[in-house]
C-alpha cells in the first residue's frame, strides 16, 4: 500500500512568493506604462503625486531584489564554508563528493541543500535516517547573509560614507551604485565581504578545536595581497604618510598590517593557557589578526585587538583562577563581530585623535596600547604555574606499607 507524501507547504508559499515577485519585475515597464498613459489628471500637482507613487514603488521593488539577492549570495557562500569548516581541518577535499547526512551518509537532494530553506524545511532532521542535522548550519549561512547584507547597507549603498576620507561616489542606493557600476566602492565592498569568508571559518574551526588548513591561508594571503596590487584603491587609509606611488603604498599597508596583526597573535598565543586536546593550538587568533591587518591596515587591526583582547586575557585570568580554560572559539567569534562593527564605524574612529590613524603620532596610541599592555599582563598571570600547596600531601598518621600476600593459583 502506498503512503500518502506530506504536502510541503514551505516550499509552495516560498515558490509561489518569488515566482510572484519574479513576474511583478518582468511586468513592471508594462505596469508602468499603462499608468502613464491614463487620463491626464486635472491637477499638475496629482501627476506629481502619481509619479512619486511610481518612485517610490519602484525603489521599493530594486530594495526587495537587491537585499534578498545579496542575502542569497552570503548564505550560499555561508553553505560552502560550512563544508569547508567540517572536511578541510580533517583532511578531506570539499569538491569531490557532494554534501551528504553526517550519520547515513545519504547525499543530500539539490532541493535540500538550498541554504537555511532546506534545514527548515527537513525540519531539522535527515530525509533518509531521520537524525537531527546541527542547527549550526543553517546559523552560518544567515550569518554570512547578514554580514553581506549589513556591509551592503553601510558601505555600498552609502556610497562608501562609512570609510575614512569621506565617501568614494556621491550616488545612493542600487539605481545610483549597484546598477551604474561605481567600480572603486563595489570593489571595497567585495574587498571587505571576502576578509569574512576566512574570519569566520577560522573562529569556528578554533571553536571545534581543529587546526587551521594552511591551505586557507595561502588563499587568503594571495587574495589580500594581490587585489590591492591590482586595484590600489583597496585600502582607504595608508600606513603611514608618504610620496610613494599608489602600489607602492598598498603594499606598504598590507605588509605593516600583517605584521603587525601576526605579532599581536603570536603574542597572545604565546601566553595564552591552552587544552592539550586542542589541535588549533592557538593559531587561529593569529592567522585572523594578521588577516585583519592585511585587508583593513594596522590602524584597524591594532584598534580591534585593543577592544577584544583585554575581555579575552580578562576571561583567560578568571578562569585559571577557578582552574579552568577559556572555550576556544568564542572570542574567535568576537573578534570576528568587532572586525565587522568596526568597518561599518571605520571614518567615524579613525577620525578620534586618540586612535590610530594616518599620521603616526603618540597620542593616536595613549588608549590602545595601554588596553593591549594590560592584556599581555593578565595573559601572562594567568598562564603563570600555580604553586603546589604540599600541606595536601601530609598526613598526621603513619602510612604502614602494603602487605604483600602470596597469590595461590589454582591447578
Not at 56 to 65: K, Q, S
Not at 221 to 246: E, K, N, R
Amino acid at each position: 500500500m502506498a503512503v500518502a507524501r506530506k504536502p510541503n507547504q514551505l516550499r509552495r508559499v516560498v515558490g509561489s512568493a518569488i515566482l510572484i515577485f519574479v513576474l511583478l519585475l518582468i511586468a513592471w515597464p508594462a505596469i508602468e506604462f499603462l499608468v502613464r498613459s491614463t487620463a491626464a489628471p486635472s491637477r499638475p500637482s496629482d501627476a506629481l503625486e502619481r509619479l512619486e507613487r511610481l518612485a517610490l514603488l519602484r525603489n521599493w521593488m530594486m530594495n526587495v531584489f537587491g537585499y534578498g539577492w545579496f542575502f542569497a549570495v552570503g548564505a550560499v557562500i555561508g553553505s560552502y564554508l560550512n563544508v569547508v569548516v567540517w572536511r578541510l581541518p580533517r583532511g578531506k577535499s570539499v569538491v569531490d563528493k557532494p554534501s551528504s547526512c553526517p550519520f547515513c551518509c545519504t547525499n543530500i537532494r539539490a532541493l535540500d541543500n538550498v541554504p537555511v530553506l532546506g534545514w527548515i524545511n527537513l525540519g531539522g532532521k535527515c530525509r533518509a535516517c531521520k537524525l537531527p542535522i546541527s542547527s549550526r548550519y543553517p546559523i552560518v549561512e544567515a550569518t554570512m547573509g547578514t554580514i553581506f547584507v549589513v556591509l551592503l547597507i553601510v558601505e555600498l549603498l552609502a556610497g562608501g560614507s562609512n570609510l575614512p576620507g569621506g565617501e568614494l561616489t556621491s550616488g545612493r542606493g542600487f539605481a545610483e551604485v549597484v546598477f551604474e557600476m561605481r567600480w572603486p566602492i563595489i570593489r571595497l565592498y567585495a574587498y571587505h565581504a571576502a576578509l569574512f569568508c576566512w574570519l569566520l571559518p577560522w573562529a569556528l574551526i578554533a571553536w571545534d578545536r581543529q587546526r587551521v588548513p594552511r591551505s586557507t591561508l595561502l588563499v587568503g594571503a594571495l587574495v589580500g595581497f594581490g587585489a590591492p596590487l591590482i586595484w590600489p584603491d583597496l585600502h582607504p587609509i595608508a600606513a603611514f604618510a608618504s610620496q610613494a606611488s599608489p602600489r607602492m603604498a598598498e603594499l606598504f599597508a598590507t605588509l605593516v598590517g600583517t605584521a603587525t596583526g601576526t605579532l599581536l597573535g603570536l603574542a597572545v598565543r604565546w601566553l595564552e593557557n591552552r587544552a592539550e586536546d586542542d589541535l588549533s593550538r592557538g593559531w587561529a587568533m593569529p592567522a585572523m589578526l594578521g588577516t585583519i591587518g592585511m585587508f583593513l591596515g594596522w590602524q584597524a587591526v591594532v584598534t580591534i585587538a585593543a577592544a577584544v583582547l583585554p575581555l579575552y586575557a580578562a576571561a583567560d585570568f578568571i578562569a585559571a583562577r577557578r582552574g579552568k580554560l577559556v572555550r576556544r572559539g568564542l572570542f574567535e567569534l568576537l573578534l570576528t563581530g568587532a572586525t565587522l562593527l568596526y568597518i561599518c564605524c571605520w571614518g567615524l574612529l579613525v577620525g578620534q585623535v586618540w586612535l590610530p590613524g594616518e599620521a603616526w603620532s603618540v597620542v593616536g596610541l595613549s588608549v590602545t596600547a595601554p588596553l593591549l599592555l594590560l592584556s599581555f599582563v593578565l595573559l601572562s598571570f594567568a598562564s603563570r604555574p600555580q604553586e603546589v600547596d604540599w600541606r595536601r600531601f601530609q598526613s598526621q598518621e603513619a602510612v604502614s606499607p602494603p602487605r604483600c600476600e602470596p597469590v595461590e593459583f589454582i591447578t
